[in-house]
């Protein structure tokens, strides 16, 4: 019997020495370590974040231009103002596609949404449907009220001049007092997306300050306005609706403003 203990005692101690030194024993007591001091993060949680960058404490609104049916009613151009101006308009249209602007817009500031979201940016929309009512004034309360860091109002132009094409940039006004305060940031933001787009080959035809636009004047947030291109110039009309060129075009707002907020 005593000597049957004793093998035993053998046997376990020569066991536990094995398995003491083994990589296996090593292996899970430093697993168990680094988990405990949160060093190691488990596979799925890595591939989901590769997926989407780390997300971003900024919140961009995205204003799609007009929208379906305009409505001719008339509001302040500005806090207090008395002059007046169409509530919202239904836009121009495209003389090749013979698409609608409010069209063109909603499709454009959709790839920048998601542009944007899987930069880890938070993103809010005036409006996701065509069939909607909200002015001018209404789009830029909405930005206000939801403290928006930025507000991109997406855009097409349009001419009796068939031969113009190019992006345009508009901003509020240096001299209009309704948007001091957002003035600096609006510049800075729109020379940094004009850049970007340039960079990207697109034409830019500059930088414009506007004090007559009601979606301006009500914005206590920075603002720019992006005219995408001309919907009167039959090449460039066609161009917009290219689900590549508007890719190209959204990555580029999208960059411009990677940098602006980088640099606050
Ligand atoms: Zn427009």
């Given at each position: ?222 603002v720019v306005l992006v005219e995408m291109g001309f919907l009167s110039n039959y090449t460039e009309d066609q161009m917009m609706s290219n689900p590549e060129y508007q890719r190209k075009l959204m990555q580029a707002i999208s960059n411009g403003l990677d940098e602006y907020f980088t640099n606050k």
């Amino acid at each position: 019997m005593k000597k049957y203990r004793v093998l035993v005692g053998i046997i376990i101690a020569v066991s536990i020495g094995i398995i003491g030194t083994s990589d296996f024993a090593k292996n899970l007591y430093k697993a168990s370590n680094l988990i405990s001091k949160g060093i190691i993060v488990d596979d799925k949680k890595e591939q989901n974040e590769s997926k989407k960058e780390v997300e971003k404490d900024i919140l961009i609104c995205i204003d799609p231009g007009h929208q379906e049916k305009g409505d001719s009613n008339s509001e302040p151009v500005a806090p207090g103002s008395y002059v007046k101006k169409a509530r919202v308009s239904s836009g121009a249209t495209g003389v090749a596609t013979k698409k609608p602007e409010y069209i063109l817009n909603l499709e454009a500031s959709t790839v920048l949404k998601h542009i944007l979201e899987d930069k880890g940016y938070k993103v809010i929309m005036t409006r996701e449907s065509h069939d909607v009512n909200i002015s001018n004034s209404e789009r830029a309360i909405f930005a206000n009220n939801n403290k928006a860091d930025m507000v991109v109002r997406v855009h097409a132009d349009s001419l009796n001049d068939s031969g113009k094409t190019g992006a345009s940039i508009l901003i509020p006004a240096k001299e209009s007092k309704y948007t001091t305060a957002i003035y600096e940031d609006s510049k800075n933001c729109a020379n940094l997306i004009s850049d970007k787009m340039k960079e990207a080959g697109i034409k830019v035809n500059g930088i414009f300050e506007r004090g007559d636009l009601t979606g301006f004047n009500w914005s206590q947030v920075p603002v720019v306005l992006v005219e995408m291109g001309f919907l009167s110039n039959y090449t460039e009309d066609q161009m917009m609706s290219n689900p590549e060129y508007q890719r190209k075009l959204m990555q580029a707002i999208s960059n411009g403003l990677d940098e602006y907020f980088t640099n606050k």
